[in-house]
């Protein structure tokens, strides 16, 4: 079974910092682009960030540039996003998603998701 | 705010056929996919690459497009399918290579 299970979200303060994982099983992890999605509480879904099979191409929101970094590891079939300067904006369920391949990218699996809560 | 455009919120009756749009520019060149949410749940693809449906999507949801609009069909409503709809496509714009619609909230009475 295609999965993604995702660990890492947490009560942070202003200003702190936090890594999120997503760990692959089911499918071949090293040939296929992964993304970050980002949903606030009770708003629609935001795409965060994607990288490419090998890591050698990255991009970000414009909201999240300079702050956030995506990265992988294709031999422990993990994805991050390391998540810095956080602000209350931030506050929301951020999903990694399986790019569905091909030239229009889409999200064919998508793990359950990591709530991060920026608050004091 | 979203790069495509979607009614935020429509009903139907159970049984009956209900289209959701999604208009933006991006959809010239690059075809839509689309999504179920559920309260509580992740997305779910239900439709990706204009009218490709995943396996274990029933047949009675099916996609279309037209120019910069792409469509989502859903033919005899049933009760499960109450839920929100998002629509993504890919992006030419480096600085924003995917965008999601605002969603539409399907309710079936």
């Known amino acids: 079974e295609v999965q993604l299970a995702q660990s890492g979200g947490a009560l942070v303060q202003p200003g702190g910092s936090l890594r999120l994982s997503c760990e692959a099983s089911?499918?071949?992890?090293?040939?296929?682009?992964m993304h970050w999605v980002r949903q606030a509480p009770g708003k629609g879904l935001e795409w965060v960030s994607l990288?490419?099979?090998?890591?050698?191409?990255?991009s970000y929101a414009d909201s999240v540039k300079g702050r956030f970094t995506v990265s992988r590891d294709n031999i422990r079939n993990s994805l991050y996003l390391q998540i810095t300067s956080l602000t209350t904006e931030d506050t929301a369920f951020y999903y990694c998603?399986?790019?569905?391949?091909?030239?229009?990218?889409?999200?064919?699996?998508w793990g359950r998701g990591s709530l991060v809560t920026v608050s004091s | 705010s979203s790069e495509l455009t979607q009614d935020p919120a429509v009903s139907v009756a159970l049984g009956q056929t209900l289209r959701i749009t999604c208009q933006g520019d991006?959809?010239?060149?690059?075809?839509a996919a689309w999504y179920q949410q559920k309260p509580g749940q992740a997305p779910v693809l239900v439709i990706y690459?204009?009218?490709k449906r995943p396996s274990g999507v029933p047949d009675r949801f099916a996609g279309s497009s037209s120019g910069d609009t792409a469509s989502l069909t859903i033919s005899g409503a049933q009760a499960e399918d109450e839920a929100d709809y998002y629509c993504?496509?890919?992006?030419?714009?480096?600085?924003?290579?995917?965008?999601f619609g605002g969603g539409t909230r399907v309710t079936v009475l």
């Open positions: 990288i490419t099979w090998d890591g050698t191409y990255t």
């Open positions: 089911g499918f071949t992890f090293n040939d296929r682009t």
């Open positions: 998603a399986k790019d569905g391949g091909g030239y229009n990218w889409y999200f064919d699996v």
């Open positions: 690459n204009k009218n």
């Open positions: 991006s959809l010239r060149n690059f075809y």
């Open positions: 993504s496509s890919r992006d030419s714009n480096d600085n924003r290579p995917v965008v």
